[in-house]
């Protein structure tokens, strides 16, 4: 481990733009499942589970304090662009930032710590369905001029009020089983490649 | 190869805008366009941010994507005004589904696709420069942005490959996943590592503050759009004020 700085240097910001690249290109594919309106909530669940792969071997690279945040800010800012709302910048720096702190709790080699902080990272995708809660009416009424009225019924069955705890939950759920699957393929393929 | 953010075409445009002002110009329509308000002065604002894409990517010489982009809006939009009412159930929701994305989303995403296809990269790095964000920010941004068609090359590369081992159905979901992923992950990593290396021998680790030789700066075009911008958003304002 390189001790002699703790400062984020050219190199590791460019491998943080790498694996944010591709952990968003992985990430839209799965997004783009959301056009049927239940897909919209599964998202949380399967998401993290299929992004794991890529995030596993992206905190294998990481020794340095503040690259998740990044890579949440970032998302967070391409997310406002693709129209989810401002919401997701705030919750992107909040489980960033706490996925960073648990990463340097574990010296950033813990097995424990690099599940969990993936798992809390992956709550960062909440923030899309704030609006959904927090400014109900207006969002779906804003909605139908778009989407029209039964996409929108169809979408307001599916989301009482508890849903969102169980959205929060499904996030970090899919993210422990998205750690663990991210952790065996590691395994099966990219410390025998010697690229870890 | 650097041409644009994401290759973006090197001939010399006769029209140029500030890297700020396109900034400006995405804020306005992502935030305007997709907080989807409708009723009174937004039935004005819509077509015309709508068209905003459309006439720049034109004015920068993209005719084809400006031509595509405009069919797909007009298709959208009279998806919706005039079949959805007619229809109901199933078929509404999937017609809501579709024309609702390419009616919302389309005129922020080809905002951001003209701001990345025109930008040289170290246009960018300038523009940032002079409004003091962070290269914290900015290299990871700007690594991203040249990454994304290495991606989609390396990722059409092994769709194809593992089309020829039979691996290209869906019926088994994990097997697609661990196939097509593992061997993207590790060109992209190995074509990282080497990035990285060839912009370390550039200089960018360096202490000392990077010059720029881009010349960028404020004239006509930049104040038209500010112009632009600001009665959008002053409308808007009002609009959510409840005022017009």
Request: glycine share 8%; charged share 10%; hydrophobic share 55%.
């Amino acid at each position: 481990m390189n001790q002699q700085s703790s400062k984020l240097q050219a190199k590791d910001l460019i491998t943080v733009g790498i694996f944010t690249a591709i952990y968003f290109v992985v990430f839209l594919a799965c997004a783009m499942l959301g056009f049927i309106p239940v897909f919209l909530l599964a998202m949380t669940f399967y998401g993290p589970i299929i992004t794991g792969i890529p995030f596993m071997l992206y905190l294998t690279k990481i020794k340095k304090f503040g690259m998740v945040t990044i890579t949440a800010v970032i998302c967070g800012i391409l997310m406002f662009v693709f129209g989810m709302g401002y919401f997701t910048m705030f919750t992107a720096v909040i489980f960033g930032l706490a996925a960073d702190f648990i990463l340097k709790a574990g010296n950033y080699t813990s097995k424990k710590n690099t599940t969990l902080a993936y798992a809390v990272y992956s709550i960062w995708f909440i923030g899309n369905y704030i609006p959904l809660y927090l400014t109900r009416e207006s969002y779906f009424a804003d909605l139908v001029s778009g989407y029209g009225q039964e996409y929108v019924d169809t979408l307001r069955t599916y989301t009482p009020g508890w849903m969102f705890l169980v959205l929060l939950a499904a996030c970090f759920i899919g993210g422990l089983i998205g750690a663990a699957l991210g952790k065996a393929v590691l395994k099966k393929h990219f410390v025998r490649a010697g690229i870890v | 190869m650097f041409a644009g953010l994401i290759s973006g075409s090197e001939n010399a445009v006769r029209f140029t805008l500030d890297p700020r002002t396109k900034l400006a110009l995405v804020a306005t329509v992502c935030t305007i366009m997709i907080s989807g308000r409708v009723g009174g002065i937004m039935t004005v604002i819509h077509p015309m941010l709508a068209l905003v894409p459309f006439a720049l990517l034109l004015l920068f010489g993209r005719v084809k994507a400006a031509v595509s982009y405009l069919l797909a809006y007009a298709a959208a939009y009279s998806m919706i005004s005039f079949i959805m009412p007619v229809t109901s159930g199933m078929i509404s929701i999937l017609i809501g589904a579709t024309a609702g994305i390419i009616y919302r989303m389309m005129p922020s995403l080809i905002t951001g696709y003209f701001v990345v296809s025109t930008t040289k990269v170290s246009e960018f790095n300038a523009a940032m420069e002079r409004m003091h964000i962070s290269s914290k920010i900015t290299i990871p941004m700007a690594v991203m942005f040249r990454f994304f068609p290495t991606i989609k090359e390396e990722s059409a590369a092994i769709k194809d490959a593992m089309y020829m081992r039979g691996i290209n159905s869906l019926r088994s979901p994990m097997e697609m996943l661990e196939y097509r992923m593992v061997p993207l992950l590790m060109s992209v990593v190995k074509i990282g590592e080497e990035l990285s290396i060839s912009a370390l021998t550039r200089g960018l680790s360096g202490d000392t503050k990077r010059t720029n030789i881009c010349k960028i700066g404020f004239h006509l075009p930049d104040l038209l759009c500010f112009l632009l911008c600001i009665v959008c958003w002053i409308c808007f304002v009002l609009h959510v004020g409840g005022m017009i």
